[in-house]
């Protein structure tokens, strides 16, 4: 063998051996990685049936020997079953999360000490954003729990001091609030209400913590059920009596309120009187379930989508967004969608701008068509003029020519000939320079019809989108669930007014009113209920304006008040009638009335001030209000 050739079969022997080694080191892996996969699989069942039946088919898989195809056969359906899986793992803890909402929910219903109710609220925001993990689950549970155990003992203690009724065992009342404060919930019937009511009541016995009999109720005014929403009895008396009072006077009004009170006499339940459908009933509404609401909210948001005239570059966004709601949203999916949403009401707002610059546009266009009709008219003007000129020197051509035939002439028949010619070819131009001016101004009568009838188009055009301009205007203005005007027209109204006060002087006041504890409406009754609340309010609020009082929803449960022309004590006087309004309105929740009251604070401008710094003195009133019970009006 040659050295070459020996050389060959070393290194091919040595490939050989480097093979070899290769392949049991494959084999020892392959061998770990199958024992891996078996253990994993057993460690990974029982979380998923179909999983499950996934898994044990790969444990055979694995010890056959035909691993690769049942591999590739399994691999895909595997897939989908984890898919599947992870889909149904994440609805679970979406149900789990939710119910953990509702009870935290509950338990923030309750009357609670603020060192119980402020670890609820913060775990009521973490239980917001979902819960993510199960792992999440064990410490937030544990959390719950400790917090439900100081919940119901710190209610145990309640009860222990043996406080009559339900609603007050869970709700307490006044004289154990330090804060006073009135809970809006149904308010029980009971045989101490009627003796209340019979015994000169103080302010608290219109307390919603106190039982309230029918015969208060009618005593304080509350309307009849089918009467319109309008005039419960008790503001009626509370406007007289402000009446009779002198303006500049701040009367006890107070006193009004309760005074019909002490001479209620027992009368028929706030069921009997108000039935189950009364314009102040709250709806029986229990919250539904996402899964409940979303076929509704599809059905909307299609509609909305399908209704909205979109300008044509929008048109696919419109329909994507529409395909997307139409194969069915969860919770989570709705959120990213009401987004789009807003961004492209936001974009067609715009295109509002774009169309109104273009109308601006074409405008500019005809207007310079209408400047250069214009000159064309004033051209036609000038050739006018040219034409009179120039008949005036062929008519001179003409009479200097007549002279000169005269001086020429040798006899009269002669004369009488060149005269005739002279005459006839001064007829002759004078028709010619006559239809000339006919047919001119002619032309001119049509230019300036097209120019009117262009200027009548224009201005038409311009009023269509002036009253156009103005409905949106006057929508934007107007808060849409209430009807109040909102915060934009809130503050061009306060500019108005600061102007008028400034230059005329007077009085001038703000008051702001915040329902008291509505939260808890929404959260005993629901949102629906809270929204009725909201817009009996605020339509009660808005009949007891005069004059130029003004009132609009800044938002949430927060109203503002613009009193022009009202001295401090009147101001005062229309914020006590606007308290005793509000808490005299006749909500009631299965026949059980339930009592609505409101905190204002009220500021009257001081001169030099600015409109935000008398709000803020408005707030900080309010604010002390809420701190000193609730249900009064505070002066800032
Ligand atoms: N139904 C309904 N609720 C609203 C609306 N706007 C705001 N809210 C709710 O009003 C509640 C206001 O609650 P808070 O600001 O905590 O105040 P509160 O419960 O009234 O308590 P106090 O102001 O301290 O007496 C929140 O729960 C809001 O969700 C609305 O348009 N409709």
Redesign the pocket.
């Known amino acids: 063998m040659t050295e070459d050739a020996e050389r060959w079969k070393e290194k091919y022997l040595k490939s050989i051996e480097q093979q070899e080694k290769l392949e049991r080191r494959w084999d020892a892996r392959l061998d770990l990685l199958r024992r891996g996969l078996v253990r994993s699989t057993l460690a990974a069942e029982g979380s998923d049936k179909v999983v499950d039946a996934c898994m044990k088919e790969m444990r055979e898989v694995i010890r056959s020997d035909n691993m690769d195809a049942g591999l590739a056969g399994l691999i895909p359906r595997l897939e989908k079953a984890v898919l599947d899986s992870e889909q149904r793992r994440e609805t679970r803890m979406n149900q789990v999360s939710d119910a953990l909402a509702a009870l935290v929910g509950q338990l923030q219903g309750l009357p609670l000490p603020s060192d119980i109710s402020r670890p609820l609220k913060k775990l009521a925001k973490k239980l917001d954003g979902g819960v993510a993990q199960s792992r999440d689950l064990p410490p937030l549970l544990g959390e719950l729990s400790g917090l439900q155990g100081l919940a119901l003992s710190a209610l145990g203690k309640q009860a222990d001091e043996a406080r009559p009724g339900f609603l007050q065992r869970l709700f307490g009342s006044r004289e154990d609030d330090p804060q006073g404060e009135p809970v809006p919930m149904p308010v029980a019937e009971a045989p101490q209400a009627v003796q209340a009511s019979t015994e000169a009541p103080q302010r608290d016995d219109v307390d919603a913590l106190q039982p309230l009999s029918a015969s208060a109720a009618e005593a304080i005014g509350l309307p009849e059920p089918d009467l319109e929403v309008s005039g419960p009895a008790l503001i009626e008396t509370i406007e007289t009596s402000a009446a009779q009072l002198p303006q500049d006077d701040a009367p006890d009004l107070g006193a009004d309120v309760r005074e019909p009170l002490a001479e209620a006499q027992p009368a028929p339940t706030l069921e009997e009187t108000f039935g189950e459908d009364g314009p102040y009933a709250l709806p029986y509404a229990v919250e539904p379930p996402y899964s409940q609401v979303a076929a509704h909210i599809e059905k909307t948001l299609i509609g909305l989508l399908d209704d909205l005239s979109l300008p044509e570059r929008h048109k696919a966004q419109a329909l994507e967004m529409r395909e997307r709601v139409a194969r069915g949203l969860n919770w989570y999916e709705l959120i990213p969608v009401l987004d789009d949403l807003a961004v492209l009401m936001l974009a067609i707002t715009d295109s509002g701008q774009h169309e109104f610059e273009t109308y601006l546009q074409q405008l500019n266009e005809r207007l310079e068509g209408f400047q250069s009709h214009l000159h064309e008219a004033s051209a036609g003007h000038a050739d006018n003029s040219f034409a009179a000129r120039e008949l005036d020197t062929q008519l001179r051509e003409h009479v200097d020519g007549l002279q000169t035939s005269v001086q020429g002439a040798a006899d009269v028949d002669s004369l009488k000939h060149i005269l005739e010619n002279r005459l006839e070819g001064l007829l002759v131009t004078m028709d010619e320079h006559k239809h000339e001016r006919d047919r001119r101004e002619q032309e001119l009568a049509g230019r300036l019809q097209g120019l009117s009838e262009r200027v009548a188009n224009m201005e038409h055009e311009a009023l269509g989108y002036r009253e156009h301009l103005e409905e949106q205007r006057q929508k934007a203005l107007l808060d849409p669930?209430t009807g109040l005007p909102n915060r934009a027209a809130w503050s061009e109204r306060v500019e108005r007014e600061m102007v008028e006060w400034q230059e005329n002087g007077g009085h001038l006041a703000m008051a702001i009113l915040?329902?008291?504890?509505?939260?808890?409406i929404?959260d005993s009754y629901g949102?629906l209920a809270?929204?009725k609340v909201?817009k009996i309010v605020a339509d009660q609020l808005r009949k007891r304006l005069q004059g130029r009082d003004f009132i609009a929803r800044f938002g949430?449960?927060e109203f503002v008040l613009l009193l022009p022309q009202r001295s401090p004590a009147a101001a005062a006087q229309v914020a006590e009638v606007m308290r005793a309004t509000v808490e005299a309105c006749p909500f009631h929740f299965k026949g059980e009335r339930v009592v609505i009251t409101t905190?204002i604070g009220l500021a009257a401008f001081r001169s030099g001030e600015r409109a935000d710094q008398v709000l803020k003195r408005a707030d900080a009133a309010l604010y002390r209000a809420?701190e000193q019970g609730?249900n009064l009006v505070e002066q800032g």
């Open positions: 669930l915040d329902l008291d504890h509505f939260k808890r929404n949102h809270g929204d909201l949430g449960e905190s809420k609730r």
